[in-house]
C-alpha cells in the first residue's frame, strides 16, 4: 500500500499541451509539496501546501499551478509546456517541523 | 547559490569498507539536517538526521558526523554492502522556516564485490 503515490510515473507530450500530475498521500501528513529534480540532478522545492492551504512558493512560472483539493491530495498542472519543463517531479508529504519527507516514485515528463 | 554542497558526484567502495560522503554548507542558519537515500525510479527516502546541537548521530551501519564550525557534514556507513549502491542526497533546513528542505546535488554511492 504506497503511502505517497504520483501518477502517471511516465508522460511525453508536444510542447505548448497542458498536461496534469496527481498526487495523493495516505499518511495523514498535513504538508504536501511539489519537488522538480532538472537534468543537472537537482532536487528544488516548487510549492507547499499545509492542509490544503499554500506555504511555499517558489520562483516558479505561473504556467504551474498546484491544486489542492483535500490535504491528502496536491496536484500539479503545467500549461503550454516547454522544453525546459522536461524534468522528474517528486511530490512529497511530512509530518510537522521534522523535515523528514516521504517521497512519490517521481513523474518523469519528458516534453518535445 | 547552492547553499547545499556534494562535492563528489560519485563514490566507488569496496564491499564491507567505510563508505564517506561529504556534505558542505554555507547557510548558518540552517539547523537540521537530513540524509536520503535513492534508487533509481524511485523517490529519496529518509535515511538518518542530525541536529544542529548534536555533532553525531547514529543509526545501525549509519552515523552522521555535523561540525559546525566548518559548517560540513558526513555521512559514515560501516561496512557497505552491494544494497548501499544508491544516489545520497544531503539536506538541510531551517525548523520552523516551513519545512523547505535545500538538497544537494546527490553523490552515487557503488559498492563493489
Known amino acids: 500500500d504506497t503511502a505517497v503515490s504520483q501518477t502517471p510515473k511516465y508522460l511525453v507530450t508536444q510542447m505548448g499541451n497542458d498536461k496534469s500530475i496527481k498526487c495523493e498521500q495516505n499518511?495523514?501528513?498535513?504538508?504536501m509539496y511539489w519537488y522538480k529534480q532538472d537534468s543537472k540532478k537537482f532536487l528544488k522545492i516548487m510549492f507547499s501546501?499545509?492542509?490544503?492551504?499554500?506555504?511555499i512558493n517558489e520562483t516558479v512560472p505561473n504556467r504551474f499551478s498546484p491544486k489542492s483539493p483535500d490535504k491528502a491530495h496536491l496536484n500539479l498542472h503545467i500549461n503550454s509546456l516547454e522544453l525546459g519543463d522536461s524534468a522528474v517531479y517528486f511530490c512529497?508529504?511530512?509530518?510537522?517541523?521534522?523535515?523528514?519527507?516521504?517521497f512519490g516514485e517521481g513523474s518523469r515528463l519528458t516534453v518535445l | 547559490d547552492q547553499q547545499v554542497k556534494q562535492n563528489s558526484p560519485s563514490l566507488s567502495v569496496q564491499e564491507g569498507r567505510i563508505s564517506i560522503l561529504n556534505c558542505d554548507y554555507t547557510?548558518?542558519?540552517?539547523?537540521?539536517f537530513l540524509w536520503y537515500k535513492k534508487y533509481p525510479a524511485e523517490g529519496p527516502t529518509f535515511l538518518i538526521s542530525?541536529?544542529?546541537?548534536?555533532d553525531k548521530n547514529e543509526d545501525g551501519r549509519f552515523t552522521v558526523f555535523l561540525n559546525k564550525s566548518a559548517k560540513h557534514l558526513s555521512l559514515h556507513i560501516v561496512p557497505s554492502q552491494p544494497g548501499d549502491s544508491a544516489v545520497y542526497f544531503c539536506?538541510?533546513?531551517?525548523?520552523?522556516?516551513?519545512?523547505?528542505?535545500?538538497f544537494g546535488t546527490g553523490t552515487q554511492l557503488k559498492v563493489e564485490l
Open positions: 512529497a508529504s511530512s509530518p510537522p517541523i521534522t523535515g523528514e519527507l516521504f
Open positions: 499518511l495523514g501528513h498535513d504538508t
Open positions: 501546501y499545509n492542509n490544503k492551504e499554500l506555504i
Open positions: 547557510n548558518s542558519m540552517f539547523d537540521y
Open positions: 542530525i541536529s544542529s546541537i548534536k
Open positions: 539536506a538541510a533546513i531551517v525548523r520552523g522556516g516551513g519545512n523547505k528542505l535545500t
